[in-house]
């Protein structure tokens, strides 16, 4: 009766929206914090290179920042992102009907 239609509007729901944005959703959280724990452990650059390359030495530093920077508040956002924040609730038919 009302719960094995429950049970289904609730499956069909998450098949069409829940499983395909949370896995979105999942991948780039992962693709961010991958990202920002590369940046942050990527050394900047060597003695050596500091030597040959004087001038490009502190665009290089704010370039590296900046991208950590990016990086980590692009990762902190996505941590923020709830599920209801990108799904719309599907109406059922019968909500929908009565509700105009």
């Known amino acids: 009766?009302?719960?094995?239609?429950?049970?289904?509007?609730?499956?069909?729901?998450?098949?069409?929206?829940?499983?395909?944005?949370?896995?979105?959703?999942?991948?780039?959280?992962?693709?961010?914090?991958?990202?920002h724990i590369h940046l942050s452990s990527h050394p900047t650059?060597?003695?050596t290179q500091q030597q040959q390359q004087q001038q490009q030495e502190q665009s290089s530093r704010e370039w590296e920042e900046a991208a950590?920077?990016?990086?980590?508040e692009i990762a902190n956002t996505l941590a923020t992102v709830r599920f209801s924040d990108i799904v719309t609730p599907l109406v059922p038919e019968e909500e929908a009907g009565h509700a105009h």
């Open 68 to 72: 950590r920077t990016t990086a980590r």
């Open 45 to 47: 650059i060597t003695a």
């Open 1 to 35: 009766g009302k719960e094995n239609a429950l049970q289904e509007g609730f499956d069909a729901g998450f098949a069409q929206a829940g499983a395909p944005h949370g896995r979105e959703l999942g991948l780039l959280r992962g693709l961010a914090s991958a990202l």
